[in-house]
């Protein structure tokens, strides 16, 4: 395998793996066969798995989500795209109020084993219903577990846990990310889900990230280590479930805690974060936490506009400052 890997690159190859794996692994959705998915993250699967386990759908995200159910119901572990996160809102019912409760309501009886693949995020200036992060929105329903990984082979680690998984995962796959390039993952990697990790170590603040507020955060660290404030990055990787262990860590050893989420603020996860900090470990906190996270509004489509609305290298550099100074 070569040297590095995309992200883009590795959404295909974590799906391969699994379908070469487990024959009961399903692919469906807009444009996901001949034409190797809208953002290039199926490309290949079609020649090699064929119609039968390769679906193109009609535009109709209730018809994905809902012929997903049924397959997973049935005994298939489908994997369905959904284009853009933003049209989660299009299938809502199924994903907020059918699939999660399944399990629930039969007491054990049926699971429903299937992942909800999804682009994810702003920084590209497709504005305000093209660029939404929305990963609150599916924090808010229980039943659902959250992956939204930040490098290529948390991509195919993540990616093979999820189908794995006998309950239903969505899966945010990160648009400002696919270009990036990382390590390429070894044979047979797996990354289970709710399991942070520490990417950066540092004794004077803690930063919390998910996604693309990941190397967003490192960027920020190192021009923090050049004003003597050594910042360790967590990145969380999952929402649900969510690995506070790690963050309470962390935080005995920094007393300083900053999440940084691209979702706005209002509603927005690190809220969840930072209330379980309260609870659980408010005597580690030498100074009020910080959240830098999405401003409560739409997202532009102007790149200068949509800056001033995300997080940014600079937003994160001076809370932090903030902070050490408190």
Known sequence: MADVITYRDAVAEGLAREMRRDTSVVCLGEDIGAAGGVFKTTVGLLPEFGPGRVWDTPISEQAIVGAAMGAALTGMRPVAEIMFSDFLACCWDYLAN?????????????????????????????GAQHSQATENWALAVPGLKI??????????????????SDDPVVFFEHKALFATKGAPPPPGHLVELGRA???REGADVTLVALASTVPLALKAADALSGEGIEAEVIDLRCLV??????????????SRLVTVEENPYQGGWG???????????????????????????PLPFADALEEQVVPTVGKVVAEVRRLAAY
């Open 147 to 164: 992956a939204a990984p930040a490098t290529p082979a948390d991509v195919v680690g993540m990616m093979a846990a999820a189908i794995r």
């Open 271 to 297: 809220g969840t974060v930072v209330s379980v900090v309260a609870d659980e470990g408010f005597e580690l906190l030498d100074a009020p936490v910080r959240r830098v996270a999405g401003e409560c509004v």
């Open 241 to 254: 479930p969510l690995d506070m262990a790690t963050v309470l860590a962390s935080l005995a050893g920094t």
């Open 197 to 199: 990790a520490v990417v």
């Open 98 to 126: 059918e699939i999660p409760k399944v399990r629930y309501m039969t007491g054990g009886q049926v699971t429903v084993p299937l992942v909800v693949r999804t682009a994810n995020g702003g920084g590209l200036g497709f």
